[in-house]
C-alpha cells in the first residue's frame, strides 16, 4: 500500500514558516527591517511609518526637544525611554501621534531607539522665559518631587530627569497626572504628588525645573 502525501509538501512547510515569523513581531505592519539596522537611523527615518513619525521631527536631530511640547530625550537612562515606547504602544500612556510612532517599531526597535538616545550628550534648548521662580519652590521640589526624581532633577533609579525640559511640557505631564490621563507609573505614585498641587504651585515647579542647566555627561554614563 503506497503512502499519500501532498504534492507540495514544501511549499506547504515554507508558507507554515513565513506564518510563524510574522507572528513573533509586535509591530504595526510587516517588516523586512531595511530601516532598522541601528537606533540613530530609525530615529532620523521613522522606521515603517516614515518620515511622519521619525523621531527627530519633534524630539530634534540630537534629542534636545523642540524647547516646547516634545521632550528632550538626550542622556535620559535607556530603560526609561524604552518604557515610555511600550506604554505608548499599549496605550497605557495616551498620545495619538507617539502611539502611532511606537506601534510601526518592534521591541527591538525600540531597544535600539532607547539606547542612541540615551548614549547622545544631554543637550537642551534654552528656556522659553526667564520668568522668576518663587523663593517657596525649591523647597517644594525637595519636599514633592526629590525622592524620586534627586536632587535638581537629575533623576534617580526611581525616577527620570526633569531638568532642562520645557517648562511646558512638564507643566502638561503634571495636569495629566492630575487628572489621571497619565498613569503609566507604579502605585499611581505621581498621581498622589499631582494632586497636591495648586495650579500655580505646579506651574511654577515646571519653571523651576527648566531653569536648571543641565550636566555634560549622560545619565546612563554616571551610573
Request: with cysteine; net charge neutral.
Amino acid at each position: 500500500m503506497h503512502e499519500h502525501r501532498p504534492a507540495n509538501i514544501g511549499g506547504l512547510l515554507l508558507a507554515v514558516l513565513a506564518m510563524l515569523s510574522t507572528a513573533c513581531t509586535d509591530r504595526m505592519s510587516t517588516s523586512d527591517d531595511r530601516w532598522s539596522a541601528g537606533g540613530e537611523l530609525i530615529a532620523m527615518s521613522g522606521g515603517e511609518g516614515g518620515a511622519r513619525y521619525a523621531c527627530v521631527t519633534c524630539h530634534g536631530a540630537r534629542g534636545e526637544g523642540n524647547g516646547f511640547d516634545a521632550p528632550r530625550l538626550a542622556g535620559l537612562p535607556a530603560g526609561y525611554l524604552q518604557k515610555q515606547m511600550e506604554d505608548y504602544a499599549t496605550g497605557l500612556r495616551a498620545h495619538e501621534v507617539m502611539r502611532d510612532a511606537a506601534r510601526f517599531l518592534d521591541s527591538h526597535e525600540r531597544v535600539r531607539v532607547a539606547n542612541h538616545y540615551a548614549a547622545l550628550p544631554p543637550q537642551a534648548l534654552p528656556p522659553a522665559t526667564e520668568e522668576a521662580v518663587a523663593a517657596a519652590t525649591p523647597g517644594l521640589y525637595a519636599s514633592a518631587c526629590q525622592p524620586c526624581h534627586g536632587v535638581e532633577g537629575v533623576g534617580t533609579g526611581s525616577g527620570p530627569p526633569l531638568n532642562a525640559q520645557p517648562a511646558f511640557y512638564l507643566t502638561q505631564q503634571l495636569q495629566d497626572w492630575q487628572v489621571s490621563k497619565r498613569r503609566n507609573d507604579s502605585n499611581h505614585v505621581m498621581l498622589k504628588v499631582a494632586q497636591q498641587l495648586k495650579p500655580e504651585e505646579l506651574r511654577q515647579l515646571s519653571l523651576y525645573l527648566a531653569q536648571i542647566p543641565l550636566p555634560q555627561t549622560p545619565l546612563a554614563q554616571i551610573r
